[in-house]
Structures are given as structure tokens and as C-alpha cells.
């Protein structure tokens, strides 16, 4: 993976859209803006901020996982894996390492990054879910 040299705007506003979006997507689905009753309204807000703040801290929390090596393994026995059905994959740069060591030490060369804006968009969606949860135990 290629170390992102986009602006920390774009990095944090791209991320911050798509999960607005998935929160309009489950409260439209979930008919959040049509029930009639306060309260149930609240907890359908409630849900879908929290759909998406759990999805978004899943994916940078994973990220992090991977940029500690964790994944390494799995990647290597992958490529090296589907090196024998496809081509394609044994000839690529992952493919070319002779043993794991090797494989993490060119990972290493590429450089490990993880997305800790989009941990902290997660984490700012699940607060707003949680507001919103008191809220619906207010009504």
C-alpha cells in the first residue's frame, strides 16, 4: 500500500461524506425522517449513526491491525497460493519474495500507515449515536 500524500482535508472530508451518506441511506431505509412519534424517530437516528460510526471505527481499527504486521502472514500464503492457479499474482512484486521474512521486510520497505481520521470519524458517529439514544429515552 502506497502512503497517501493527499491533503489532511481531502483525507478526513472523503471518509467524513461517505459515512453521511450511509446515515442518510439507513435512516431513508429505516424511515426515520417519516415516523410521526418523536421518540422512535430518535432511536432510528440512533441505529443508523450507529451503523455507520461502527462500520467506519471497524475499518481504521483493522487498518491499524494491518499496519503492525498483523496480516502478513495471510497475505503471503495468499499470493503465494493463488500463484499457482494465476500468473499473474506469481509474478508480481509480492509474489517475488522467496519466504515471509523477506515479505515483511519489503512490506516495510513500502511503508505501513493506517487511518486514524477515519477511526476517529467512527468514533465521533458512535457519540452522536449515543446523544441520540438519550434522547430517545427522554421522550
Keep these: 500500500m502506497k502512503k497517501d500524500e ?9 471518509p467524513l461524506g461517505i459515512a453521511i451518506l450511509t446515515v442518510l441511506a439507513v435512516s431513508l431505509l429505516t424511515g426515520a425522517f417519516t415516523d410521526p412519534e418523536k421518540s422512535v424517530r430518535m432511536k432510528k437516528l440512533s441505529d443508523a449513526f450507529l451503523s455507520a460510526g461502527a462500520l467506519f471505527f ?7 491491525v494491518a499496519s503492525k504486521g498483523f496480516f502478513d502472514l495471510a497475505g503471503y500464503a495468499t499470493f503465494h497460493v ?3 492457479f494465476i500468473p499473474r499474482f506469481e509474478n508480481s512484486d509480492r509474489g517475488k519474495a522467496k519466504d515471509l521474512y523477506e515479505y515483511k521486510k519489503m512490506k516495510d520497505q513500502k511503508g505501513r500507515y493506517w487511518l486514524p481520521h ?9 457519540v452522536i449515536s449515543i446523544l441520540f439514544a438519550f434522547l430517545y429515552h427522554a421522550y
Aim: net charge positive.
Design 118 to 126: 477515519v477511526t476517529l470519524i467512527g468514533a465521533g458517529f458512535i
Design 6 to 14: 493527499r491533503p489532511l482535508w481531502q483525507k478526513v472530508l472523503i
Design 82 to 84: 493463488l500463484g499457482f
Design 58 to 64: 471497524a475499518i481504521g481499527v483493522l487498518s491499524w
